[in-house]
């Protein structure tokens, strides 16, 4: 293993450990696009260039984006206004 890999599982955890700590949903949903697109950084080091760009792709892009809007109806369910039903 590669100083760099090795720099990357360290990073990897303590990213991944910043997500869980968030209270804040939508601080966590950013937090977690970054543990995702650091996540893709290691399989790029590890060889793996299909899986990183699927990872970046899903885990730093399609569910951050689906939880804010997830988010954003909530919020607007919250305050009474009526969405496109």
């Given amino acids: 293993m590669t100083f ?4 990357l599982l360290v ?5 991944a450990s910043a ?4 209270r804040d949903p ?3 949903t950013l937090v977690a ?3 995702g697109l650091v996540l893709g950084l290691l399989f790029f080091a590890f060889q793996a260039p299909d899986v990183a760009l699927s990872e970046i792709v899903v885990a730093s892009v399609a569910v951050p984006v689906l ?3 997830t ?3 909530l919020d607007q369910i919250d305050r009474g206004e009526k969405g496109d039903e």
């Fill in 4 to 7: 760099f890999q090795g720099a």
């Fill in 11 to 15: 990073v990897v955890a303590v990213s």
């Fill in 19 to 22: 997500v869980v700590l968030r």
């Fill in 26 to 28: 939508l601080r966590q």
């Fill in 33 to 35: 696009g970054v543990y």
């Fill in 67 to 69: 939880i804010l809007m």
């Fill in 71 to 73: 988010l954003a109806k």
